[in-house]
C-alpha cells in the first residue's frame, strides 16, 4: 500500500525518472532516446556549478524536457472530448497553462529528489507509438514502474503520457477535469489551473 500511495502521489508529475540514476539493461531507439533525456537532466541537477544558480539550472532543463515531451498532444488527450468543442485560441490558452502547470510541478520535484535507480526493461512498439517500460527502486529497496508511452513525431519519440504503477498521468488528469467541467465553464477551469501557477498569462481567459 505503501508503494501504491506513492505511485498515487507519483503520477501527479511528469517523467519522474528525469532525477532517477538510469541503470543500463535494454536498448531500442524509443528506449534510446528516452533514457537520452533522463542522463541529461541527471547531468544538470548533479552539476556542482549550478546548485547555487538555481535560475540558469531551471533553464538548462526546460531545454532538454521540452523537446521530449510532448505538452501538447498530453494536454489535449488530458481534456479528452471537451478537447474538439474548444476554439483554436482556447486550445491554445489550454496547452499554455497545462504546460506551464506541469513543468513547475515537474522542476520542483527533480530538483528535490535523488540517488533512486531506474532500470529499462523493455519496450513495445506499434507503429508511430511505441510504450518503454522501467523499473525503479528506492533507497530503501521499494520498487515501482514507472512507464512511458511515447509517439513518432519527425523522428523523435516524444512523450505523451506516464503511467505509475498502471496509474495515467493523462487519465488522472482527465478524470479531474471531466468533474470540473462538469459544474463549471471552460474558463473556469482555466483559472483554477492558472491559480495554481499565476505565473502564466492568459489574456483569453475572462477575470471574475
Given at each position: ?19 532517477l ?12 532516446q ?26 538548462q ?29 482556447e ?11 506541469l ?9 528535490s529528489?535523488n ?94
Amino acid at each position: 500500500m505503501r508503494i501504491r500511495s506513492a505511485a498515487l502521489h507519483v503520477v501527479s508529475i511528469v517523467g519522474i525518472s528525469s532525477w532517477l540514476i538510469s541503470v543500463p539493461a535494454f536498448a531500442g531507439l524509443p528506449t534510446d532516446q528516452t533514457k537520452a533525456t533522463v542522463d541529461r537532466v541527471v547531468s544538470i541537477i548533479s552539476n556542482p556549478d549550478l546548485q547555487s544558480k538555481k535560475g540558469e539550472r531551471r533553464e538548462q532543463l526546460r531545454a532538454v524536457i521540452y523537446p521530449r515531451f510532448d505538452f501538447t498532444e498530453m494536454a489535449k488527450r488530458s481534456l479528452g472530448p471537451h478537447w474538439a468543442r474548444r476554439t483554436p485560441q482556447e486550445q491554445q490558452e489550454f496547452v499554455k497553462v497545462f504546460t506551464g502547470l506541469l513543468e513547475t510541478s515537474y522542476v520542483d520535484k527533480i530538483e528535490s529528489f535523488n540517488g533512486e535507480k531506474v532500470s529499462y526493461t523493455h519496450e513495445r512498439v506499434d507503429g508511430d507509438n511505441a510504450e518503454v517500460f522501467t523499473k525503479v527502486v528506492t533507497k530503501k529497496g521499494e520498487e515501482f514502474s514507472i512507464n512511458y508511452k511515447v509517439h513518432l513525431v519527425n523522428g523523435e519519440w516524444k512523450v505523451y503520457d506516464v503511467v505509475v504503477e498502471d496509474i495515467s498521468l493523462v487519465n488522472n488528469y482527465r478524470s479531474q477535469f471531466n468533474r470540473v467541467l462538469a459544474n463549471a465553464s471552460f474558463d473556469e477551469l482555466l483559472r483554477k489551473l492558472q491559480q495554481k501557477n499565476p505565473d502564466i498569462k492568459t489574456p483569453g481567459v475572462r477575470k471574475g
